[in-house]
């Protein structure tokens, strides 16, 4: 009989969790989550994200001890943990989930591969979604996930044998990163709230009626707030499972098609469409790390240096004062500056918003995509670093493969909230200026400005940039470089390691018969899909 340690990583759930239910099976087990310094002391940490964690942690350990099994919970580097518990407890299994994480999780994981094997300890690990380890060609990955989503759901376990005499532990309730304290219980002030039951509510509340308007509220942050699904969080803590989240949309699907509900169907479809997306662009990180510190297209080194040459498109501020501006919401843009002290306050952004955040930086204010995509990481309570580096180099038009994307942040602002209620909610500042001149404040004349209560350069800034002299500027240094004989022979490479196939398997809803199966190429639109082609384009 084997003795067993469950070490819980992105997987904070009781359903559908592979290890746990191997653990019941097994024999004496314990399940442990680790609360690693290595994370803390990471540039993408932010305490929102371990409140987050823990209170995940916390339910699920109400949920396990009914059943028998300790939720261990320790403080300290992973090997030095295991080490610890090894000297105390003697166990010869240690299961877990694969985790595609930044480096410091992968150069962990070796270290813990190492430990395991100087021990002879088996450690075991079981996918987790869709993404393959080891994975040496991307033809026929779509087929590969639909068969790992459709496979039938683990039960919850029932009853473990537990380890006797293992201490607990609690969770502790303030962190100290270099040299800074922080409280780590404090109230998780998001919507929707951690855990697997709080998950499964929202999830089903979308299925069940809120997803009907899902395609058209996508994109403005004012409708994207409840009319996306808004599970991302659990998702990347793993609260949820994708595929309890894959079968249950799917069966949703096929009752609103049964019912008649043609407009649940087709939200639910274009919903079913982001589960995709979710592994397809996790297995680029998986299949290749270093994208989380260098360019997908190498020909792009160099393309961003540090400050800027004159005539380069964000003259004349510094680097670092550009960045700052940036991260506080005082770029002088108000879509820019609402979204992004809407995401510092709140922790979550909707899709297009954090890709005009990433656009104006990447092109009008020619800032590299690693700082900016730290601060970013740090803001997302749902941080998924696969997802999060594809998307922060797409964006920045560094994968060599996609269409450039310049997101006008006037432009935006006018589609997405043409009557100024998320600026003026988000900018203050703003919030006197008439309607006509809210999106393009500087415009105002002196009177106007003082009678609205923002002078220019006093209550608010003036714009970083001239928009449309930074985009053009930009736009020429991207194609000048994607012309380059070098960068077309690059993107060849690029799209076959990391693009989508067409796959001929049956597509998103439609198991079921009806209409024209999509070609898998859909899956890298990029996440541009979300609006029908003509609106596609941003400006
Ligand atoms: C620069 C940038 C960085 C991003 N970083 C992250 C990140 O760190 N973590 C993260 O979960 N998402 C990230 N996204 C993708 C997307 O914005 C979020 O998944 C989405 O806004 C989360 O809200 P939701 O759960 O309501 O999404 P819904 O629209 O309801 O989608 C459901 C799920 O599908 C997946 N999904 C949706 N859109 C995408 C997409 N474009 N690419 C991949 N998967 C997608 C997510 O898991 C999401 O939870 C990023 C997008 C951009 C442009």
Known sequence: MSRCLVWLKRDLRLMDHAPLQAASLLGPSAALWILEPQWLESPEFHPR??????????????????????LLVRVGPA??????????????????HEETGPGWTYARDLAVAAWCRQRSVRWREWPQ???????????????????????PVGPAPLAFAPWAGADAGELPTAIHRSGAADAANAPVAEVPLPGERAGLRVLDDFLGGRGRGYRR???????????????????????LSLRVVHQRTEAAIAAAQDGGDRALASGLRGF????RWHCHFMQKLESEPAIEFRHFARACDGLRPGDDAPGSPAWGVTQESRLRAWQDGLTGYPMVDACMRSLNATGWLNFRMRAMLVSFAAYHLWLHWRPTGLHLARQFTDFEAGIHWSQMQMQSGTTGINTLRIYSPSK??????????FIRRWVPELAQVPLAWLHRPWTMDATLQRESLCVIDTHYPAPIVDEQAAARLAKDAMFGLRKQRAARAEADRIQDRHGSRKSGLPQVG?????????PDTQLDLFGMADVPPSQDEPR
């Open 79 to 96: 090997v030095q943990v295991l080490q610890e518990l090894h000297a105390a407890h003697g166990f010869d299994q240690l299961l877990s």
């Open 272 to 275: 079913a469409g982001r589960l």
């Open 49 to 70: 994200q371990l409140a987050f964690a823990q209170a995940c942690v916390t339910e699920l350990r109400a949920a396990l001890a009914p059943r028998g099994l300790p």
């Open 510 to 518: 439609q198991r079921r018969g009806g209409s024209k199966p999509r």
């Open 129 to 151: 979604h869709g993404v393959v380890r080891r994975l040496k060609s991307r033809s026929g990955w779509a087929g590969r996930w639909a068969q790992r989503m459709d496979a």
């Open 412 to 421: 935006q602002a006018l589609d997405q909230d043409p009557q100024g209620d």
């Open 217 to 239: 509220s996508l994109s403005s942050p004012l409708t994207a707030e409840t009319g996306c699904s808004r599970i991302s969080a659990h998702l990347a803590f793993g609260a």
